[in-house]
């Protein structure tokens, strides 16, 4: 087949197929009246319009040896081709060796081009700038897929270094579970719906459940849909009720839901235990009370919820300011395994202090002392000898892994991540 595309001539008759549908079939020309060129595709019943200039089609033109179907089903080989004022008539032979005529006005509607192979053999092929415009276009989508932006940047916010750092660092986590405890105002919310949209573009996460208290709701709504575009459904008793569906909350991809509401709703705790959530997110979690020996009904929902939710984000101003006590309740909701026993992180953190400082120092001045490279050496043993070694003499990349090295084994390690208007610039 010999497929030519746009034509100088067209007339009624004429059989084309459409570029952009070809499963509509072989099309038939009926009117063409000035700008507007009309096709009838018998195969679906189907009737198009378009612009004659830039109709989306390819006439079809059989050659010699391509086989053709009659509309009744019979097929000849072509042997011969005729143009009859703009009308084209094959000649042919049947199986049978029976020399047939066939116009191109009864050919089968149902020619159709499903592979794309279909489509180079038969000649029906784009132009090329329609080819070069998909190429740059899946170039430029692949470079977005693949930046270490992706996700992070095209908010309507500017984000400054330390909220994209973190939120990167989460981000790219599997189920990440972490405390977020800037201080107020350095952007804890901004964090948070970073990861939230970069954890949903990259797959990572699919539905997430945001906790607030009552009052937040709005301002969470508000933050979500006007700076990443988030489609968030605020949940409250009324719609919880007025949802026809099994599990309400299996309706939405991002639920917004009061602490205080589910707290008091057992039917509303019951489907959202249920619903299959991939990263919880609670705001405020100082508010979450919890003491050895007791816990606050809210502290109990959200320590169930973490127990079957992979992914655990924490927001958190003032996460030490009730005490270690306090502190130890965000970290046991996070990792219970790790932080299981009040008196033995107490233990742990007044041993961490000395290191805290060493590592302090070496991001201040870029060496060790002898007082800091002893105490780190003590705490790592002999296995961090040559590391520690390269860092105190004052290289930069053995210093990063040493730091690195440290935050795996330190305290709160990776769980905790905390910005002082003291260490960020540009904050009064």
């Known amino acids: 087949m010999n497929n030519v595309r746009a034509p100088a001539y067209r007339q009624a008759g004429q059989r084309w197929i459409s570029d952009s549908e070809a499963e509509l079939g072989l099309g038939t020309i009926l009117t063409l009246d000035g700008r507007m060129l009309t096709v009838l595709y018998p195969a679906t019943g189907e009737t198009r319009q378009y612009a ?37 008539i094959y000649h042919g032979l049947t199986a049978q060796n029976e020399a047939r005529t066939l116009p191109e006005t009864q050919l089968s509607n149902f020619i159709q081009f499903r592979l794309a192979s279909d489509r180079l053999f038969a000649g029906q092929i784009d132009p090329l ?39 990167r660092e989460v981000a790219d986590r599997i ?141 958190t101003a003032t996460p030490e300011q009730l005490g270690q006590e306090s502190h ?27 290191v805290a400082e060493a590592v302090q120092e070496l991001l201040d001045e870029g060496r060790l002392s002898q007082q800091a490279h002893q105490t780190i050496h003590d705490f790592l043993g002999a296995e961090g000898e040559a590391l520690l070694a390269a860092a105190t003499d004052g290289d930069v990349e053995a210093s990063s892994r040493l730091i690195r090295e440290l935050l795996d084994r330190h305290g709160t390690g990776r769980l905790l991540f905390r910005n002082t208007r003291a260490a960020v610039r540009g904050f009064p």
């Open 52 to 88: 004659a200039r830039s109709a989306p089609l390819t006439r079809v033109r059989f050659v010699p040896g391509d086989e053709v179907t009659h509309f009744e089903g019979w097929k000849m080989t072509v042997r011969e081709v005729d143009d009859v004022d703009g009308l084209l």
């Open 328 to 354: 130890f309740a965000r970290l046991r909701l996070l990792d219970p395994n790790r932080f299981h026993d009040l008196e033995a992180f107490r233990a742990e953190s007044a041993s961490y202090q000395p």
């Open 129 to 167: 700038n329609w080819f070069k415009l998909r190429y740059h276009t899946l170039e430029n989508q692949s470079k977005q897929l693949t930046s270490s932006l992706w996700g992070l940047g095209g908010v309507r916010a500017q984000p400054i270094a330390h909220q994209l750092h973190i939120a």
């Open 175 to 315: 189920a990440p579970r972490v405390l977020l405890a800037d201080e107020v105002g350095l952007g804890k919310t901004i964090e948070a719906g970073l990861v939230i949209h970069r954890q949903l573009l990259s797959g990572r996460a699919r539905r997430v459940l945001i906790l607030v208290p009552e009052n937040l709701q709005h301002q969470w709504l508000v933050e979500m849909r006007r700076r990443f575009n988030l489609e968030v459904a605020l949940f409250d008793d009324e719609r919880f009720i007025e949802s026809d569906a099994s599990n309400p909350f299996e309706d939405t991809q991002l639920a917004l839901v009061s602490l205080e509401w589910l707290k008091e709703d057992e039917r509303a705790q019951d489907a959202a235990f249920a619903a299959g959530w991939d990263l919880l997110v609670v705001d405020e979690a100082h508010h979450l009370v919890w003491h050895p020996e007791n816990a606050s009904p809210e502290y109990r929902l959200v320590e169930q919820l973490a127990e079957v939710i992979p992914g655990v984000l924490l927001l």
